[in-house]
């Protein structure tokens, strides 16, 4: 081992050991924390960034409040860890088994990120709100800055034009994200979190901030998947806003219209995101390509990790730069390499927990019930994106995702005993 290995190695320890302490010492603010450090894509060893390490701690200090939580959330249970069982489960059966590690990883964390969020007992939802307007406005407003040509990207010139982050005389900004499209993903997320939070009451000019800058940092990438994710969100909680407010005997036809409009809305936001997209444009032909693959295998799949696998033998008439990862569908690329079970199973992960924990949000009193509702409207907004794209590039990038996730189920755990 050379000393640059040792020392990241020490570091790592360190990040963790870091974790630990938190979750021990200081358990309100390990959320906060990891949030924060999520956008800070340094690799400290080469399998792991600040945030991932840091969240290992805090869930090994949080380990008794993490099974006690879901020895009382059976079914949360249940489904977030079916998904990663069947992603281990396919190296009986994958392609090339040595693959599959990797992809476990990503859902392994994925995974305790919503484990040690839904075990949170924090009173003041206040430090996880600021927390997220400081994770998310300063990469946005970074990736902001590198569309309008105030700061360069970062990386070799033919890279950034291969990748059409810097094509042509226009820049697509990506802060410290790999790609302008993670960027994209982890500022919607907040900024539909914070939305929630301000119309629930929580610091609204603080979460009016977030908001806007996160629409900012969506303009900066690009990305129309993201604008439509930001947009059509924003309306879904805009809508359970207006829904609460008219919660009045004799309310109920005012409610199904406001449904209706929240509706209409979030439909043409994504009809007007797909047009300004061109539409499925390259993805047609790996859409086919997915389809051809999910057909010589479609209840097992071809083992998790395997999709470049068979993207590096096939014959297309497209580049596959941009296909090689994964096949920019969520559902496709799950059903490719884990069959229709494992798509049954990508499902359930996502919504059987935000299904079981809204039904509790009625009884859920003070400023918590907004956080709750602009999570779920986050991880709803994220996988409907995902039917274009893939989040799980990097561990890294599945922890907000997870975060979010158990945040609804902690919410719901706030609920008063009884009927609403």
């Not at 050991?17 to 358990?27: E, H, I, K, S, V």
Request: with cysteine; net charge positive.
């Amino acid at each position: 081992m050379s000393d640059t290995e040792a020392l990241g190695l020490a570091v790592a320890g360190v990040a963790v050991l870091g974790g630990a302490a938190l979750g021990r010492w200081a358990p309100s603010f390990a959320l906060p924390a990891i949030l924060v450090l999520v956008p800070l894509r340094v690799g400290l060893v080469p399998w792991a960034e600040p945030a991932t390490l840091v969240l290992c701690g805090v869930a090994c200090a949080r380990a008794r409040s993490i099974v006690e939580t879901l020895r009382e959330e059976p079914a949360v249970f249940a489904a977030t860890l079916a998904l990663p069982l069947w992603v281990a489960a396919s190296v009986v059966w994958a392609r090339q088994s040595a693959f599959v590690p990797a992809l476990l990883g990503k859902w392994a964390i994925v995974t305790l990120a919503a484990w040690v969020a839904a075990a949170d007992r924090t009173r003041d939802p206040r430090p996880l709100v600021i927390a997220t307007l400081v994770a998310i406005v300063p990469s946005a407003l970074w990736g902001a800055a590198e569309r309008l040509h105030w700061v360069a990207p970062a990386g070799e010139a033919r890279e950034l034009y291969h990748r059409a982050i810097a094509h042509g005389g226009s820049v697509r900004g990506r802060a410290l994200f790999w790609h302008p499209n993670r960027l994209g993903e982890f500022v919607e997320q907040g900024g539909l979190l914070l939305a929630g939070a301000g119309l629930g009451g929580v610091v609204p000019w603080f979460c009016l901030l977030g908001v806007v800058g996160a629409a900012v940092g969506v303009w900066g990438t690009g990305s129309m998947g993201s604008l439509a994710a930001l947009g059509g969100g924003l309306c879904l909680v805009g809508g359970w806003w207006l829904a609460a407010r008219g919660r009045l005997p004799g309310a109920g036809p005012r409610i199904r219209i406001v449904a209706a409009l929240v509706l209409v809305a979030v439909v043409s936001v994504g009809a007007f995101a797909y047009w300004a997209h061109g539409g499925l444009g390259p993805r047609r032909e790996i859409f086919s390509f997915a389809a051809d693959r999910i057909r010589e295998q479609p209840w097992l799949g071809h083992g998790a990790g395997n999709w470049s696998l068979l993207v590096g033998g096939a014959s297309l008439e497209i580049s596959t730069y941009w296909f090689r990862g994964h096949a920019h569908s969520l559902p496709l690329h799950v059903w490719v390499e884990l069959g229709f079970v494992g798509v049954g199973l990508l499902f359930a992960f996502f919504f059987v927990p935000l299904g079981s924990a809204v039904r509790r949000f009625g009884s859920v009193s003070g400023t918590w019930r907004g956080v709750g509702v602009g999570a779920v409207a986050a991880c709803a907004a994220l996988f409907v994106h995902n039917f274009m794209h893939y989040f799980l590039r990097d561990a890294a990038d599945g922890i907000l995702t997870g975060l979010l996730l158990g945040t609804v189920v902690a919410v719901a755990r706030r609920a008063a005993p009884g009927p609403p």
